[in-house]
Nanobody
Framework: QLTLVESGGGLVQPGGSLKLSCAASGFTLGAYAIGWFRQAPGKEREGVSC????????YYADSVKGRFTIARDNAKNTVYLQMNSLKPEDTAVYYCAAKSILGGRTALRAYTYDYWGQGTQVTVSS
């Protein structure tokens, strides 16, 4: 059974940092492009960042450029999202998702992803 599990969420003060992990089981993560998405209460799910299977292509949403960094360790079957300089508007449930091909214009479109984790809550508040 193909499973993605997010971890690393929590409560952090504005300006702080968190590192999210997306671990895969039941399949080889290195064969898939991985995206990070987030959804705040009352808002649509939005793409945050994504990385191709070989890590050669990476995209970030404008709202997180320069603050978030995506990386993958295929040997550990894990993808990471390092989040720095966190803001209250970053508060959301964060999800990782997998698909075969990253794509160009659809790289951060949630509907193009096939497999999803259960999400981890990130709360930025003083």
């Amino acid at each position: 059974q193909l499973t993605l599990v997010e971890s690393g969420g929590g409560l952090v003060q504005p300006g702080g940092s968190l590192k999210l992990s997306c671990a895969a089981s039941g399949f080889t993560l290195g064969a898939y492009a991985i995206g990070w998405f987030r959804q705040a209460p009352g808002k649509e799910r939005e793409g945050v960042s994504c990385i191709s299977s070989g890590a050669g292509t990476i995209y970030y949403a404008d709202s997180v450029k320069g603050r978030f960094t995506i990386a993958r360790d295929n040997a550990k079957n894990t993808v990471y999202l390092q989040m720095n300089s966190l803001k209250p508007e970053d508060t959301a449930v964060y999800y990782c998702a997998a698909k075969s091909i990253l794509g160009g214009r659809t790289a951060l479109r949630a509907y193009t992803y096939d497999y999803w984790g259960q999400g981890t809550q990130v709360t930025v508040s003083s």
